[in-house]
């Protein structure tokens, strides 16, 4: 009986611990490797700078013909979402795939033309080597990042990743078509009332 009594309990706790941090499951826990790299302003920005707040990364590069543009649009829509639920704390994080193009005035300029609600959230990333950006793309977000050696194009994932205020991948998301904005805003609101 006291068996029962104390599974019966640990259940019980779970269920409490799950309802007080508002319902979000982590599907996984990638960590992200540290970085310093620069944004569209020329500044720099680090995984520790962005440590406390929960963020949203992407994959994208501004001469991209294929699945960036309909990404950055639903980005932006997404951002809408995320104003719409009164989330205030989070950032927007797209790296570069092809840095030794996009300069930080062309990703600023990239950003721009997709009319986003709140540039200020957005950090719009470059300042590194393809190499670099291949790693931190496949070990830290479980995303290819791959130089077309036959054309101007790289092939990369088209998911966007949550991020926790650790510095931790929780989920990721189709960013390309089939969007599951409400899961990604619920999620988010969820992620942002925990500690």
Not at 86 to 103: L, M, N
Not at 132 to 145: A, E, H, T, Y
Request: hydrophobic fraction near 40%.
């Amino acid at each position: 009986m006291k068996k029962k009594a104390l599974v019966f309990g640990v259940i019980m706790m779970a269920l409490v611990v799950s309802a007080c941090s508002g319902g979000f499951k982590a599907d996984h826990h990638y960590s992200i490797a540290p970085f310093e790299f620069t944004n569209q302003n020329n500044e720099k920005v680090s995984l520790d700078d962005l440590k406390g707040e929960i963020w949203l990364a992407q994959f994208v590069f501004t001469t991209c013909t294929s699945v960036c543009p309909p990404m950055m649009s639903n980005m932006a829509e997404l951002q809408e979402k995320i104003a719409d639920k009164g989330i205030e704390d989070y950032k927007i994080v797209s790296f570069s795939v092809d840095p030794d193009v996009d300069t930080p005035e062309k990703l600023g300029a990239y950003l721009e033309s997709f009319s986003v609600p709140d540039s200020s959230k957005w950090e719009m990333l470059t300042g590194y080597s393809m190499e670099d950006i291949s790693d931190l793309g496949v070990k830290s977000f479980k995303m290819p990042v791959i130089d077309d050696p036959n054309s101007d194009q790289v092939i990369h994932g088209s998911r966007f990743g949550l991020v926790d205020k650790e510095g931790k991948v929780v989920k990721s998301y189709p960013g390309y078509e089939d969007v599951p904005f409400e899961t990604i805003v619920k999620d988010m609101k969820a992620l942002s009332k925990q500690d």
